[in-house]
């Protein structure tokens, strides 16, 4: 348990260490570079730590002990790295693991939520689709979001099996990419949903083929850039106006099976979602 607030241990953390500590990130595999590129636009002064957890990936359909155990350990590693804060890109460990995470570390622990109140702001057809995995559409917190933001409209959960897969293959925008999207999206167009929520970070790497299924008149939303901004303001750091960032550095690690083709395909699928050639290192978490 925590002997500090968060806020307390915030003011000491800046206080006492050096303001280029860098950001840790994890996601269950390649998913949160979608939350990575979005604090990368919003902080590009800030050194970046990520790790995908790709040897037990995905995790969608994994016990909640295993997503406890893993998202503990995938925390501690980056703070073994000097991370100043942890960022969870991970909608279904932030549902089940964040609350034990905030309570065992003192560092910022920032989560995201599906983006199911701004979805019911927009929405002029009452219909709103979410898209995720099993576990968290099954979960309080989403169960909350609806009953907190959603009682004048008809929100639809639409679990996606395959999406993930797909995504960590980095195929996302194959024929059969294609035909899993309109599958897993016919019965949500067939009510008349007008906005989707992507409630999983790998979904957004399907955004464009999810856009062409569903037409141009449907919004598809994402929470990347709001937990973007709420990073800015829980680590307290803003980029001053017309000055020039630093060369921020970036670490990517991978818990792939340590051969040197597996963490080679990591580095081939995150290169390709992210547009340019990155490195990425084996790490034993």
């Given amino acids: 348990m925590r002997n500090l607030r968060e806020s307390e241990a915030g003011f000491l953390m800046h206080s006492s260490q050096p303001k280029h500590h860098p950001i840790g990130i994890f996601d269950s595999g390649v998913g949160g570079l979608s939350v ?30 295993f997503i406890i155990t893993r998202a503990i350990a995938l925390t501690e ?3 073994s790295r000097g ?3 942890v960022v969870v890109a991970c909608n279904t460990a932030t549902v ?13 622990i920032i989560a995201l939520e599906p983006a199911i109140k701004p979805a019911v702001a927009h929405t002029q057809s009452g219909a709103v689709g979410v898209l995720a995995t099993r576990r968290t559409l099954e979960s309080p917190s ?17 679990p996606c099996p ?28 067939q009510s008349g949903v007008d906005t989707l929520v992507l409630g999983c970070t790998h979904y957004v790497y399907l955004r464009t083929a999810i856009q062409q299924v569903a037409g141009g008149n449907v919004l598809v939303l994402d929470s990347s ?18 000055a020039q960032p630093r060369q921020a550095r970036e670490t990517f690690f991978t818990t792939a099976q340590s051969t040197h083709q597996a963490t080679h395909q ?15 290192e084996f790490a034993e978490v």
Avoid at 96 to 108: D, G, H, T
Avoid at 164 to 189: M, Q
Avoid at 234 to 239: A, F, K, P, W, Y
Avoid at 266 to 280: D, F, K, Y
């Fill in 36 to 65: 990575y590129q979005a604090i990368r636009h919003a902080l590009p002064d800030e050194d970046l730590l990520y790790i995908a957890d790709s040897r037990h990936a995905p995790y969608g359909e994994r016990s909640t002990e």
């Fill in 266 to 280: 990591v580095s081939a699928v995150m290169s390709r979602l992210l547009g340019r050639e990155v490195r990425v």
């Fill in 77 to 79: 590693f980056l703070i």
């Fill in 225 to 242: 850039e709001a937990v973007a901004r709420q990073v800015a303001r829980r680590i307290g750091t803003t980029l001053p106006l017309g």
């Fill in 162 to 189: 395959g999406f993930v897969e797909h995504v960590e293959l980095g195929d996302i925008d194959s024929p059969a990419t294609l035909d899993l999207v309109a599958r897993h999206l016919a019965p949500l167009l």
């Fill in 83 to 85: 991370a100043k804060a």
């Fill in 142 to 158: 989403v169960a909350r979001l609806c009953r907190d933001y959603a009682a004048d409209a008809r929100v639809m959960l639409q």
């Fill in 96 to 108: 089940i693991a964040v609350n034990i995470l905030r309570q065992r570390f003192e560092i910022p």
